[in-house]
């Protein structure tokens, strides 16, 4: 089923300790050179084996453990390579990613290798990045903003006395885009109505900790004197690691909304026969879909009876999860009562 969700980040399995993992389980780690800054992605489980890059503390890995419990296979960016478990971590680390300047106008690029590749986006000459780590064709995978790609190691210098970005960088080119008036460049602010101003759209934000982990998350969204639609959230970012990280992104006919019971609200629509109420929670910077209500002409049930309540562990399109059309509208009802208007700083 179509659902109108972009940019919500579902991470995989985080497992408390390294060794309690399951074989064959992914999760999420961060790699932990403990008293070395950077730790080799090796070809094979082997000390011996070939690198294929170095990887700095504090770099996201996607791993899964070995029989044995020493090796974990690894994959980070387009890199897949094994990792001692030793050099893992699912807890919290000191980030010792340095940062480096662009010495020319340079391509972030998906893939490290030129050619037929796929530009994220042109970096000016002068932009600072963070080094997440270098692979073993001198290529350095970085972080730019909310993005992650490479860029050649020779269009990069070191750059002592950069602080952690936190959510200054957002905040700034939110502002600059709303002065502009334009969405050129500002690929992480959704444009539909913001811009015209004929809808009378205020936007403003907000630091809270969502899911009281101690970590404040960053809302953007409408203020409370907005002439388009008071309350809806155009984004929820996080700090994954000491950078932002998107939680949701929102616009018109995909609307986020915060609710009195913590939850999260996404009232989307893909078409006048497919649409939906979906209730997110937050588990520790994670947005995890609780339930949700679905109008689909389409259905197993057809027109007849359009409407049917899903949940995580029952989400087909059944007879089984069929509902009568009084009870989703008591329920549109409630949730809809649920929306809060956060007091929101209004940009300037």
């Given amino acids: 089923m179509a659902r109108g969700l972009l940019a919500l980040t579902m ?10 993992c399951a074989q064959d ?14 730790v080799h992605l ?16 504090g770099t996201q890995a996607v791993c899964r453990v070995l029989e044995g419990g020493e090796w974990a296979e690894a994959t980070i960016g387009t890199a897949r390579g094994y990792v001692k478990t030793d050099y893992l971590s699912t807890g919290g680390v000191t980030p010792r990613q340095p940062a480096a300047r662009t010495t020319t106008a340079t391509a972030l690029l998906t893939e490290p290798k030129a050619g037929s590749y796929a530009t994220v ?97 960053l809302v953007v969204g409408e ?64 947005p995890v879909l609780r339930y949700e209500l679905v109008y689909n002409a389409q259905g197993e049930c057809g027109e007849a009876q359009p409407w049917y309540y899903l949940t995580p562990f029952n989400d087909m399109l059944s007879e089984a999860n069929s509902v009568p059309e009084q009870f989703a509208q008591e329920m549109i009802a409630a949730l809809q009562e649920l929306r809060v208007q956060l007091a929101l700083t209004a940009f300037e």
């Fill in 11 to 20: 991470l995989a399995l985080v497992c408390a300790a390294l060794p309690a």
């Fill in 25 to 38: 389980e992914y999760f999420t780690a961060v790699i932990d050179g403990d008293t070395s800054d950077r």
């Fill in 42 to 57: 090796r070809a094979e489980p082997l000390t011996e084996a070939k690198s294929l890059g170095l990887y700095f503390t």
């Fill in 121 to 217: 986006e042109v970096v000016p000459e002068g932009e600072c990045v963070w080094l997440l780590g270098e692979t073993a064709t001198k290529w350095y995978y970085v972080q730019l903003g909310l993005q992650q790609g490479y860029i050649p190691e020779s269009d990069l210098e070191l750059y002592e006395g950069m602080g952690r970005p936190e959510y200054d960088e957002i905040l700034e080119q939110y502002a600059a885009a709303l002065r502009a008036g334009s969405p050129e460049g500002y690929w992480w602010v959704n444009w539909e109505g913001v811009s015209n101003s004929a809808y009378g759209v205020k936007l403003g934000y907000a630091r809270i900790d969502m899911d009281g982990n101690g970590i404040e998350e």
């Fill in 223 to 286: 203020t409370a004197d907005s002439g388009n639609m008071p309350g809806m959230v155009y984004g929820v970012f996080t700090l994954d690691n000491g950078f932002p990280r998107v939680l949701f992104e929102g616009w018109t006919r995909n609307a986020f909304y915060l609710c009195s019971d913590g939850q999260a609200l996404n009232e989307w629509s893909n078409s006048a026969a497919d649409s939906g109420w979906s209730v997110y929670g937050l588990e520790d910077g994670v």
